[in-house]
């Protein structure tokens, strides 16, 4: 079995835009660019940033000294690393449309910024990943003009585009220039902990494996597939993957769609389908900067939410912490899952932080709930109840889940225990 490169990680993932303006009077002005023929939008408005039309060219101003004048929360929340969305020279909000994967965005601050943010989280034991967007460019990229060769042909003079948006020209990622162009990028940014590989399910596993043996040995490649990868996983071409599976489980388990029974089945296809380090390293995420955030989806319900959060620490997997999960954060859709970050929480939010604080700790306690083997042990969809067995060869936890309106007794091997209403247990031996 292969080494695991985070055996026992807590990933952050921020999208760096709405993550803290440091500076407000620093801010570009609005106009200062054009994105796609529309002159970039720059506002304090949370409605106005998150607007569904506006959302991709209207800034908020976050930066890289933002979010290391912010690393304290984060260190006292139990973070040991953290995501960013993609940092390269841009014109969009989400920047993954690249003008120069070489350069810092300058709206996000310079070099030096990321060295200092880089070398502040390793000052403090924390790692960071980057946001690799290998698929396409924008069309601002100097290789438009200089290697038109380097893109996708979709007719006589035309580049190809990503699902043919017309945003998005979509680069010939075999031809030798661009698979080494690509790697320069790598190399480029060697500080960095580890990548997660954007539409990576385009890219080809010849090229996978190049830009996995270029990363290195110790550090992780995280591959963004949506659907089962398998046998990309058994090949060895990623560390891991965005496990959109169990966000999709754990979402329809909240809203009465999934009932334990059904659950656990789904959840041990990925558990006993993808080779154990990958379980390991997999991001277990209810949220991330492409769906709506998972509080809106269960109808704003606190208890159900606090479950979901058990279940992403307790179940295998790197729980991936989507920027304001701590919060309760809502949104719909993309451009209300990328809605500024909240930094004056109400009591409700703050009891969200307490919950989800307790739950790293209880991880870093207790490696098992990272590396241990998992045996589902009480499924039943009437009673809504659920538990299941993280062990090794230390220590053995027993996890009891009780997702229904009423108590419910759940005998487990004989025990018996009492679940309180939309409440749960941990039982460590």
């Known amino acids: 079995m292969p080494a695991l490169k985070w055996p026992n990680e807590v990933v952050y993932q921020i999208f760096p835009d709405r993550f803290h303006c440091h500076d407000p009077s620093a801010r570009w002005p609005s106009g200062a660019f054009m994105w796609h023929d529309k002159p970039i939008r720059v506002s304090n408005s949370r409605e106005a940033v998150t607007s569904r039309e506006h959302h991709q060219y209207t800034f908020f101003g976050g930066t890289l000294e933002g979010i290391r004048r912010k690393l304290d929360h984060l260190q006292d929340l139990g973070v040991t690393a953290i995501y960013l969305t993609p940092i390269f020279k841009s014109r969009s909000t989400h920047r993954y449309d690249t003008d120069d994967y070489l350069k810092v965005d300058p709206m996000l601050g310079s070099e030096q910024d990321f060295y200092a943010l880089r070398d502040d989280l390793h000052a403090r034991g924390m790692k960071l990943m980057l946001d690799g967007v290998f698929n396409h460019t924008s069309w601002h990229h100097r290789w438009i003009k200089e290697h038109p060769e380097y893109y996708l042909q979709s007719g006589p003079n035309q580049i190809e585009t990503w699902m043919g948006s017309g945003k998005l020209p979509k680069l010939d990622v075999d031809a030798p220039g661009v698979t080494e162009a690509l790697l320069g990028v790598i190399d480029h940014w060697r500080g960095v902990d580890g990548w997660r590989l954007d539409a990576s399910h385009l890219l080809s596993r010849r090229v996978l494996a190049r830009i996995k043996e270029r990363v290195g040995p110790d550090r992780p490649v995280i591959g963004e597939d949506w659907d089962d990868a398998r046998f990309d996983l058994e090949e060895g071409i990623y560390d891991g993957v965005t496990n959109f599976a169990f966000k999709r489980n754990v979402a329809a388990l909240m809203y009465g769609d999934c009932p334990p029974e059904t659950f656990a089945r789904r959840m041990r296809v990925v558990y006993e389908g993808y080779p154990w380090p990958a379980v390991v390293q997999s991001w277990s995420m209810l949220n991330n900067h492409d769906t709506e955030r998972f509080y809106s ?87 809504r109840t659920l538990a299941y067995e993280r062990f090794d060869a230390r220590e053995r936890a027993l996890v009891l889940l009780n997702f229904g309106p009423f108590e419910q007794h759940v005998d487990v091997n004989g025990t018996g225990y009492r679940l309180a209403a939309h409440d749960w247990e941990v039982h460590l031996r």
């Open 297 to 383: 989806k269960i109808g704003e319900r606190q208890a159900l939410y606090k479950l979901a959060q058990v279940l992403q620490f307790t179940l295998p997997g790197t729980p991936l912490v989507y920027y304001g999960d701590e919060w309760g954060m809502t949104g719909w859709g993309d451009w209300g899952a990328r809605a500024p970050m909240v930094w004056r929480p109400n009591p409700q939010q703050q009891d969200f932080f307490a919950h989800l604080k307790r739950l790293t700790g209880l991880r870093k306690q207790h490696p098992v709930f990272a590396t241990g083997a998992i045996r589902f042990l009480h499924a039943d969809n009437r009673s």
